[in-house]
């Protein structure tokens, strides 16, 4: 911060993780969407869960999931590209806001 270093600071960041309950629920989310193509009676099929909104859902399933793993967070196998991937785009993208005329040699 300006306090520290003696100039106004900006922090970013870029969120690499993902909580067990919204894998779970994006996943029930495709699965009644291939399944909707497949059938009518995808209600009948995933019961309760095809009535409940993306956010109930995913309470539902925190309520379940947290006794057995708790806050459960996980990071994909190739989280370190995406954070190489990432850290570039977003140097480029500063240098070229800030330094009109940049070009990355």
């Given at each position: 911060?300006?306090?520290?270093?003696?100039?106004k600071?900006?922090?970013?960041?870029?969120?690499?993780?993902?909580d067990?309950?919204?894998?779970?629920?994006?996943?029930?989310?495709?699965?009644?969407?291939?399944?909707?193509?497949?059938?009518e009676?995808?209600?009948?099929?995933?019961?309760?869960?095809?009535?409940?909104?993306?956010?109930?859902?995913?309470?539902?399933?925190?309520?379940?999931?947290?006794?057995?793993?708790?806050?459960?967070?996980?990071?994909?196998?190739?989280?370190?590209e995406?954070?190489?991937?990432?850290?570039?785009?977003?140097?480029?993208?500063?240098?070229?806001?800030?330094?009109?005329?940049?070009?990355?040699?």
């Amino acid at each position: 911060n300006k306090e520290s270093v003696g100039i106004k600071v900006i922090a970013l960041g870029i969120p690499t993780v993902v909580d067990t309950a919204t894998i779970v629920n994006d996943t029930i989310e495709m699965m009644e969407e291939k399944l909707s193509d497949k059938t009518e009676d995808v209600g009948q099929i995933m019961g309760i869960l095809s009535d409940l909104e993306y956010n109930e859902k995913h309470a539902f399933i925190k309520e379940i999931l947290s006794p057995m793993y708790g806050e459960s967070i996980v990071t994909p196998s190739y989280v370190d590209e995406i954070i190489d991937s990432l850290s570039s785009l977003l140097a480029e993208s500063i240098n070229r806001a800030v330094h009109p005329g940049y070009v990355n040699p």
